[in-house]
Structures are given as structure tokens and as C-alpha cells.
């Protein structure tokens, strides 16, 4: 996983398995111990359209994401079933950056950058 300069982690698991919940409890324990300190953390309870299907209860995933103090919002990529109000619970939680944190008055310059010409000594 790539994490420097991350303000948020989605981590996914299927509803309908519960070896993905198990599994995602893992992505969780590696994302605390190599990521951001401060990162947003948020559950996506995957399949949602399959709810009587399902082997992960959402009781479960919220005391889960509780203790971890992480968003935690059903989903379904098929049907495109909350995934707008999981964007928007993440985005309620990461801080607003500070403009002048940059030193560019909160422009960030986008395309190729300019390089100096290295010059030798002597």
C-alpha cells in the first residue's frame, strides 16, 4: 500500500463473507502501523444489494469501526449505493488544510515544475 501524504483510507470487505471483515481488520492494523498518524479511516461494508445474503451484521461492523474511530457506511459498487454519503462522511472528517502551510499562499502549482540547472563548483 502506498500511504505518505494520505488524509484518508478506505478499506473495503464483503458483507457477504465473513473472512473479508476478518481480513480488513489486518488492512486496518497495517494502515495504523505504516500510515499517517492522523489519517481518516473508513469502513465500506461492500454488496450491500446482497443484505440477505449477508454473514458480516452491520452491528458488528459498527462497533468495529468505533473502537477504531473510523466512518463506517454500507455500500454497493454495483448499484452505486452509498458511496456519495461514504465521500462525504470521510471528507466531514479530514481537516481543512491550512493555505499557508505550502509557503504558496495555498496555490498549488499543477503540470511539470521548472528544475535549476545544477551548477558545477570551481
Excluded at 2 to 12: F, L, M, T, W
Excluded at 45 to 60: A, M, Q, T, Y
Aim: proline content about 4%; hydrophobic content about 35%.
Amino acid at each position: 500500500m502506498y500511504y505518505r501524504g494520505s488524509a484518508a483510507a478506505v478499506i473495503v470487505y464483503d458483507i457477504t463473507k465473513q473472512d473479508s471483515f476478518h481480513t480488513l481488520k489486518k488492512w486496518v492494523k497495517e494502515l495504523k502501523e505504516h500510515g499517517p498518524e492522523n489519517i481518516v479511516m473508513a469502513i465500506a461494508g461492500n454488496k450491500c444489494d446482497l443484505s440477505d445474503i449477508r454473514e458480516v451484521p452491520l452491528k458488528d461492523a459498527k462497533d468495529y469501526a468505533e473502537s477504531i474511530g473510523a466512518v463506517v457506511v454500507e455500500t454497493s459498487a454495483k448499484n452505486a449505493i452509498n458511496i456519495e454519503e461514504l465521500f462525504q462522511g470521510i471528507s466531514r472528517q479530514i481537516p481543512p488544510l491550512d493555505p499557508h502551510e505550502n509557503g504558496n499562499n495555498g496555490a498549488i502549482k499543477l503540470g511539470k515544475q521548472a528544475t535549476q540547472a545544477s551548477r558545477r563548483c570551481c
